[in-house]
């Protein structure tokens, strides 16, 4: 059992079912057996640059940011309900517009490869282990 929410601000329209097909599909080929939660949030460019400039000192743009609720032994924290909390990604929804026009696709595709990307972060790959995008 999976349980991804999203949040999106308010201007920001995204297929939400599309987006958590993704993620359950990487979830699944990663053979992730335990009950997951993650926390995807759609936002703008002001709020991905402070959150760079609170957690990576900072201050940039970013099209994807992961942050694992357990940075700092690389293991999942297992609550009582028995859902593994994995972490949050944050996905600038302006980025992916401009990925989107780039690569000639639609908007929640972009999105959702983002969000993929970050789903990867957290679950321990890192940009050298490329295969996975």
Same mark, same amino acid.
Request: glycine share 6%; net charge negative; hydrophobic share 35%.
């Given at each position: 059992?999976?349980?991804?929410?999203?949040? /999106?601000? #308010?201007?920001?329209?995204?297929?939400?079912?599309?987006?958590?097909?993704?993620?359950?599909?990487?979830?699944?080929?990663?053979?992730?057996?335990?009950?997951? #939660?993650?926390?995807?949030?759609? /936002?703008?460019? !002001?709020?991905? &640059?402070?959150? #760079? &400039? &609170?957690?990576?000192?900072?201050?940039?743009?970013?099209?994807?940011? #992961?942050?694992?609720?357990?940075?700092?032994?690389?293991?999942?924290?297992?609550?009582?309900?028995?859902?593994?909390?994995?972490?949050?990604?944050?996905? /600038?929804?302006?980025?992916?517009q401009?990925?989107?026009?780039?690569?000639?696709?639609?908007?929640?595709?972009a999105?959702?490869?983002l969000? !993929?990307?970050?789903?990867?972060?957290?679950l321990?790959?890192?940009?050298?282990?490329?295969?996975?995008?």
């Open positions: 059992m999976y349980d991804i929410q999203i949040n /999106c601000e #308010s201007r920001y329209k995204v297929n939400r079912k599309f987006i958590v097909g993704l993620l359950e599909k990487v979830l699944t080929e990663e053979q992730i057996r335990n009950p997951v #939660s993650v926390s995807l949030l759609i /936002c703008g460019k !002001r709020k991905i &640059r402070e959150l #760079s &400039r &609170r957690y990576l000192k900072a201050a940039e743009d970013h099209d994807v940011l #992961s942050f694992a609720f357990s940075e700092v032994n690389k293991q999942f924290m297992e609550f009582p309900d028995g859902f593994l909390r994995l972490g949050e990604i944050a996905v /600038c929804y302006p980025l992916a401009e990925q989107a026009m780039e690569e000639n696709t639609l908007v929640d595709e999105v959702g490869d969000a !993929r990307h970050g789903l990867y972060h957290l321990g790959q890192n940009h050298e282990e490329e295969e996975y995008k």
